[in-house]
């Protein structure tokens, strides 16, 4: 049974970094695009960062480019959002999903499968 779960979350000052881990389980991550989205109150989920299967390339938001990074340890069996230089506007429960044979195009419909989501709050 195909399992994500998000960790990493938390509350960090303004400028401050965190870093997200995915861990998946019950499904070879490798062939498998995964998404980081984030729900902020009162906002629809959007897409922040994703990166594809195979080749591992990667997209970003315009509002986090040049500050979050996304990685895969397709070994270790997870997937990482570097989150540097956070912003209030960063505050959201942050997911992770997946989608088999994604280009990691961040398109929402496109990922089938979702972990629960860690809260990351960034004020001072």
């Known amino acids: 049974q195909l399992q994500l779960v998000e960790s990493g979350g938390g509350l960090v000052q303004p400028g401050g970094s965190l870093r997200l881990s995915c861990a998946a389980s019950?499904?070879?991550?490798?062939?498998?695009?995964i998404g980081w989205f984030r729900e902020a109150p009162g906002k629809e989920r959007e897409g922040v960062s994703c990166?594809?299967?195979?080749?591992?390339?990667?997209n970003y938001a315009d509002s986090v480019k040049g500050r979050f990074t996304i990685s895969r340890d397709n070994a270790k069996r997870r997937v990482y959002l570097q989150m540097n230089s956070l912003k209030p506007e960063d505050t959201a429960v942050y997911y992770c999903?997946?989608?088999?044979?994604?280009?990691?195009?961040?398109?929402?419909?496109?990922?089938?499968?979702w972990g629960q989501g860690t809260q990351v709050t960034v004020s001072s």
């Open positions: 990166i594809s299967s195979g080749s591992g390339s990667t």
């Open positions: 019950g499904f070879t991550l490798d062939y498998y695009a």
């Open positions: 999903a997946a989608d088999l044979y994604g280009s990691g195009s961040c398109r929402k419909a496109d990922f089938g499968s």
